[in-house]
């Protein structure tokens, strides 16, 4: 996935989680180490979103931060 935007409308109604829990349960499927994906920095809302996810920042730039769910610990 290159671009995940829910927008605004459609948002506090669990289709994001919905999404990443997919994504996640893929993941374990195909046996990866992890997930990463990036945020914009100024996106505070999602940065908190993908925490409670359980995702960590790994990287934080000046625009951008990297995070990772590791599924090789779950």
Same mark, same amino acid.
Request: hydrophobic share 45%; glycine share 4%; no cysteine.
């Given at each position: 996935? /290159? #671009?995940?935007?829910?927008?605004? /409308?459609?948002?506090?109604?669990?289709?994001?989680? !919905?999404?990443?829990?997919?994504?996640? $349960?893929?993941?374990?499927?195909? =046996? &990866? !180490? $992890?997930?990463? #994906?990036? !945020?914009?920095? $100024?996106? /505070? @809302? @999602?940065?908190?979103?993908? =925490?409670? #996810?359980?995702? &960590?920042?790994?990287?934080?730039?000046?625009?951008?931060? !990297?995070?990772?769910?590791?599924?090789?610990?779950?």
């Amino acid at each position: 996935v /290159h #671009l995940l935007i829910i927008f605004p /409308h459609y948002q506090n109604q669990a289709i994001g989680q !919905s999404v990443m829990q997919q994504l996640t $349960a893929m993941g374990q499927e195909e =046996q &990866r !180490s $992890a997930i990463t #994906l990036s !945020s914009f920095a $100024a996106n /505070h @809302a @999602a940065i908190r979103f993908y =925490q409670r #996810l359980g995702y &960590r920042i790994t990287e934080q730039e000046a625009d951008f931060v !990297s995070m990772a769910l590791r599924l090789d610990e779950r």
